[in-house]
Every structure is written in structure tokens, then in C-alpha cells.
């Protein structure tokens, strides 16, 4: 969708954009279900980018220490845990600017991977940056989806980044789906951007061939030590008005309500869910942040009357556009 189209939705009345949304939300998705995601920091800290919304970045005294990649046996303890509380989708996250075929840390990844695979959840990981020799690594390892954020708009990014560019992270997209991956890719609200850059996020992700499987929502949290510590929270009804948006603009992908829940009651959550929210990432801890826990998450869900996806019930990824061609829209960022 355009950036015009996009503003057009997010100016209606609340409720006339929660009825469109709504209507969308259930023609793609008639099961009512929540899809519950955990993820897990394999490795923490010490990272060289720059990201200033991030506690994990090494330039920041944010009180987070670097550690180093869990082993396997401790990843499989946590994964089996994640899948006896009812995820369906096990997320790994490492604090890396990216990976590299042939190094150390890389197979271990890769070993991890392949042995998480054959518990018969989804195999989510965020990396950093990937080349096309990685992501096919990856893809053959077990990786189902791949999550890298755009985090805000083309114009803003430089902003919140320098140490790589907004291009950068369109091109990793594009390797992940020339391997096969899906892609999990979403922004992050309380960045100091506008509504014009959270629409043109959106006007990007929307744009990406095939579309996106999932598109998570992150609110911030502001991390002490980091640019952003004293960054003020986004307004519920913004945040609700861009899931709403966002459902609009890619119908078949997964919205996921992630970062910043614990901000949220729980009257917030039936909202976004309402607006087309329909899955969670689910656990204590959130990589460096605070998780609502698994049981208010499940009371939640049976209050709204909300069922839970069952394994090996996913729908399949979506499929390319045949008039469009195979790739993210390459947006220039400023500079």
C-alpha cells in the first residue's frame, strides 16, 4: 500500500478504522487464535552496533553484561520448556552484528538449530546482518523464519542507527527470501518519530515480495544507559491505530503485539488484539526486557475467549506477488 493510502486509514474515526481492520482481520483469519512465540537470547550483550534503543549495544553502559553463546544442551532445556507451555514458534536471538560461513560461532548456531528443529516448533532466529551463502546455511539447518526489524522509516532510520544503513537490512530481507525463509519483520514506536515515519514503515514492509510472514509491533521500552532512556511512552491509542493499520496492509501476515505488553493493561491488549493483533511473544523475559508471565498471558486469552494456534496448524508462507517484482523495495535512507 502507499504511503497515502496508509494515512488515509490512520486518519478515519477510531472505529471506523477498528471496523475495517476487524473485517480484514476476519477474512484471514477466521480460527480466532493467538500465536505464542518465546524467544530466547542465546547470546547477550556486546554488541559493536550502535542502535540506541538497545541495552545490548557495547558502547552503552546500560548495566547489561556481554555473554557468551549458550550452549546447546541449555537452548534445548528452554526449547522443550517453551513447547511444553504451548509455543508453537521458538525465537533465538543473538546479539551480533551478523554471522559469517566457516566461523566457530556460526556452526555452533547452525548445530543449535538443526537440534531445536526436530522438537517440531517453528524455528525463528535474529542474527544481525546475512549474506546469501549464511541464510542458505540456515535455511538447510532447520530456520523457518527470520526476524529483522526496519525498526521506523527510510528517513529516520540514520537517526536511530550509524553503524549500518537502512539498506542494509533490506538486503539481508532479500537473502533470507531468496534462501526460502520467511520473513518476520517489523518497527519499533517510540523512536522520536512521526506518524508520517511509522506509516512509511509500513508502506515498506507492505511492499516486500512475498510479503512478510509476521510483522512484529514493538513498543519501547527505554533502557537505562542507552540515547533513548528518556524517550516517552507512545499513547495506547496510537499504538492501536498502527496494529489496526498494519493488519490492513498485509491481510495474510502474523501481527505480533511484542515489546512493551508489561506497559500495557490488559484492557489495552483486547484492544490491539480486537485490531487485529493475533500473536505474542510469551515467557518471563524478552531478550533484556521484562515479559508479562505465562500464566496472565493465558488468563487473557480465555477472558477475550481466544483460543491458542496448535502445532503443525500454520499456514503456509505467503506466496509472491506474480505482477510484482521478487524483492523488498529498496527505499534510499537519508543521509
Same mark, same amino acid.
Given at each position: 500500500?502507499?504511503?497515502?493510502?496508509?494515512?488515509?486509514?490512520?486518519?478515519?474515526?477510531?472505529?471506523?478504522?477498528?471496523?475495517?481492520?476487524?473485517?480484514?482481520?476476519?477474512?484471514?483469519?477466521?480460527?480466532?487464535?493467538?500465536?505464542?512465540?518465546?524467544?530466547?537470547?542465546?547470546?547477550?550483550?556486546?554488541?559493536?552496533?550502535?542502535?540506541?534503543?538497545?541495552?545490548?549495544?557495547?558502547?552503552?553502559?546500560?548495566?547489561?553484561?556481554?555473554?557468551?553463546?549458550?550452549?546447546?544442551?541449555?537452548?534445548?532445556?528452554?526449547?522443550?520448556?517453551?513447547?511444553?507451555?504451548?509455543?508453537?514458534?521458538?525465537?533465538?536471538?543473538?546479539?551480533?552484528?551478523?554471522?559469517?560461513?566457516? &566461523?566457530?560461532? $556460526?556452526?555452533?548456531? /547452525?548445530?543449535?538449530? !538443526? =537440534? #531445536?528443529?526436530?522438537? %517440531? @516448533?517453528? +524455528? *525463528?532466529?535474529?542474527?544481525?546482518?546475512?549474506?546469501?551463502?549464511?541464510?542458505?546455511?540456515?535455511?538447510?539447518?532447520?530456520?523457518?523464519?527470520?526476524?529483522?526489524?526496519?525498526?521506523?522509516?527510510?528517513?529516520?532510520?540514520?537517526?536511530?542507527?550509524? &553503524?549500518?544503513? $537502512?539498506?542494509?537490512? /533490506?538486503?539481508?530481507? !532479500? =537473502? #533470507?527470501?531468496?534462501? %526460502? @525463509?520467511? +520473513? *518476520?519483520?517489523?518497527?519499533?514506536?517510540?523512536?522520536?518519530?512521526?506518524?508520517?515515519?511509522?506509516?512509511?514503515?509500513?508502506?515498506?514492509?507492505?511492499?516486500?515480495?512475498?510479503?512478510?510472514?509476521?510483522?512484529?509491533?514493538?513498543?519501547?521500552?527505554?533502557?537505562?544507559?542507552?540515547?533513548?532512556?528518556?524517550?516517552?511512552?507512545?499513547? #495506547?491509542?496510537?499504538?492501536?491505530?498502527?496494529?489496526?493499520?498494519?493488519?490492513?496492509?498485509?491481510?495474510?501476515?502474523?501481527?505480533?503485539?511484542?515489546?512493551?505488553?508489561?506497559?500495557?493493561?490488559?484492557?489495552?491488549?483486547?484492544?490491539?488484539?480486537?485490531?487485529?493483533?493475533?500473536?505474542?511473544?510469551?515467557?518471563?523475559?524478552?531478550?533484556?526486557?521484562?515479559?508479562?508471565?505465562?500464566?496472565?498471558?493465558?488468563?487473557?486469552?480465555?477472558?477475550?475467549?481466544?483460543?491458542?494456534?496448535?502445532?503443525?496448524?500454520?499456514?503456509?508462507?505467503?506466496?509472491?506477488?506474480?505482477?510484482?517484482?521478487?524483492?523488498?523495495?529498496?527505499?534510499?535512507?537519508?543521509?
Amino acid at each position: 500500500m502507499t504511503y497515502d493510502e496508509l494515512n488515509a486509514l490512520y486518519q478515519l474515526p477510531l472505529f471506523e478504522l477498528l471496523k475495517k481492520s476487524r473485517e480484514v482481520h476476519e477474512a484471514n483469519w477466521p480460527e480466532n487464535e493467538v500465536q505464542l512465540c518465546t524467544l530466547l537470547s542465546i547470546k547477550t550483550g556486546g554488541c559493536s552496533e550502535d542502535c540506541s534503543y538497545c541495552a545490548q549495544s557495547a558502547r552503552y553502559k546500560s548495566g547489561v553484561d556481554a555473554d557468551r553463546l549458550m550452549e546447546c544442551d541449555d537452548v534445548m532445556a528452554r526449547a522443550r520448556a517453551a513447547r511444553e507451555s504451548g509455543s508453537t514458534r521458538f525465537c533465538m536471538g543473538a546479539a551480533w552484528r551478523g554471522v559469517r560461513s566457516g &566461523t566457530k560461532r $556460526f556452526e555452533q548456531v /547452525l548445530d543449535i538449530v !538443526r =537440534n #531445536v528443529s526436530e522438537l %517440531g @516448533m517453528e +524455528v *525463528c532466529v535474529t542474527l544481525g546482518q546475512l549474506g546469501p551463502e549464511e541464510a542458505a546455511a540456515l535455511k538447510e539447518a532447520g530456520v523457518t523464519a527470520y526476524n529483522h526489524n526496519i525498526d521506523t522509516s527510510p528517513e529516520h532510520y540514520p537517526e536511530i542507527v550509524t &553503524t549500518h544503513t $537502512f539498506d542494509d537490512r /533490506l538486503q539481508t530481507i !532479500r =537473502n #533470507v527470501q531468496d534462501a %526460502g @525463509m520467511s +520473513v *518476520c519483520c517489523g518497527g519499533i514506536l517510540g523512536l522520536g518519530e512521526t506518524t508520517e515515519d511509522r506509516l512509511k514503515m509500513i508502506e515498506v514492509i507492505s511492499s516486500f515480495n512475498p510479503p512478510p510472514e509476521s510483522i512484529p509491533i514493538n513498543k519501547l521500552m527505554p533502557m537505562p544507559g542507552t540515547p533513548m532512556a528518556e524517550n516517552q511512552g507512545v499513547d #495506547v491509542f496510537e499504538l492501536v491505530r498502527i496494529i489496526a493499520v498494519t493488519r490492513i496492509a498485509v491481510p495474510a501476515g502474523k501481527v505480533r503485539l511484542s515489546a512493551g505488553r508489561t506497559h500495557l493493561s490488559e484492557e489495552a491488549q483486547a484492544l490491539c488484539f480486537f485490531a487485529g493483533a493475533n500473536s505474542i511473544f510469551y515467557g518471563d523475559k524478552l531478550l533484556t526486557a521484562a515479559n508479562p508471565a505465562v500464566e496472565k498471558d493465558l488468563n487473557l486469552i480465555s477472558k477475550l475467549g481466544l483460543s491458542t494456534q496448535q502445532p503443525n496448524r500454520d499456514r503456509p508462507a505467503p506466496s509472491a506477488k506474480e505482477d510484482a517484482p521478487l524483492q523488498p523495495a529498496l527505499a534510499p535512507a537519508s543521509q
